[in-house]
């Protein structure tokens, strides 16, 4: 696969940073205000990539009220400290600065809200290699990946055919798919083989450097 594309989309969560403490840790804050107790960190794993109100309704059977109670209270740990709780891949700005210097432009779609992207973006300082970080409203307005790929696309006037959503989930090669984009699905971030495999991404590349090198080859 000739990883040509002149425009790249990248996820945030688990494809730029690691954002395993400070997720977790808000979704556990979040869980202790409704009364739940959930000491072991590692099975809020799965919260990290798909839209949080719909994961508390999934995972927890909330309704849409108490899941929007919940992504609130999560926020207002998430907000003041679990932004801060994160880290940039290895590997990931090196990378960056390769496809800036080879004249790419790159794009941020997450499903996290926009102001928080933003900020992390500004605090890891990664924000530079980006033309714009987009991301959803806070009144969940696009954190379905189809409609913000769709969202971005239509606002930048990109053509899907030269334009690449790189991603670890399946959310992000599903929303590639429905706008005609190719994907790269990586395999360091939280989904799983078998997960990211049943969408068909375009190609697959188990760490950073293996996803630099495609890039290196067709300069």
């Not at 979704?27 to 719909?54: C, M, N, S, V, W």
């Not at 334009?163 to 670890?168: A, K």
């Amino acid at each position: 696969m000739t990883l040509h594309h002149p425009t790249v989309l990248f996820d945030l969560d688990g494809t730029l940073t690691d954002p395993r403490e400070g997720i977790t840790r808000s979704i556990q804050y979040a869980l202790g205000k409704l009364g739940i107790d959930e000491p072991d960190l590692t099975r809020l794993e799965h919260f990290i990539g798909p839209p949080l109100l719909q994961a508390f309704m999934q995972f927890y059977s909330f309704d849409e009220a108490k899941a929007w109670e919940a992504v609130n209270f999560y926020r207002e740990r998430f907000r003041v400290t679990g932004l801060y709780e994160n880290q940039v891949f290895n590997g990931v700005m090196p990378l960056l600065e390769e496809l800036n210097s080879q004249g790419r432009q790159l794009y941020v779609a997450t499903s996290k809200p926009w102001e928080f992207a933003r900020e992390i973006a500004r605090h890891f300082d990664f924000a530079k290699h980006f033309k714009v970080i987009y991301g959803s409203e806070l009144d969940g307005t696009r954190t379905n990946k189809v409609e913000l790929i769709a969202h971005l696309v239509r606002e930048e006037g990109l053509d899907p055919s030269s334009t690449l959503m790189i991603g670890d989930r399946k959310h992000d090669l599903i929303g590639a798919r429905s706008n005609g984009l190719d994907s790269v699905a990586v395999g360091y971030g939280f989904g799983s083989f078998e997960e990211l495999h049943a969408e068909a991404p375009t190609c697959h590349f188990e760490t950073v450097a293996e996803l630099h090198q495609a890039f290196m080859r067709h300069r």
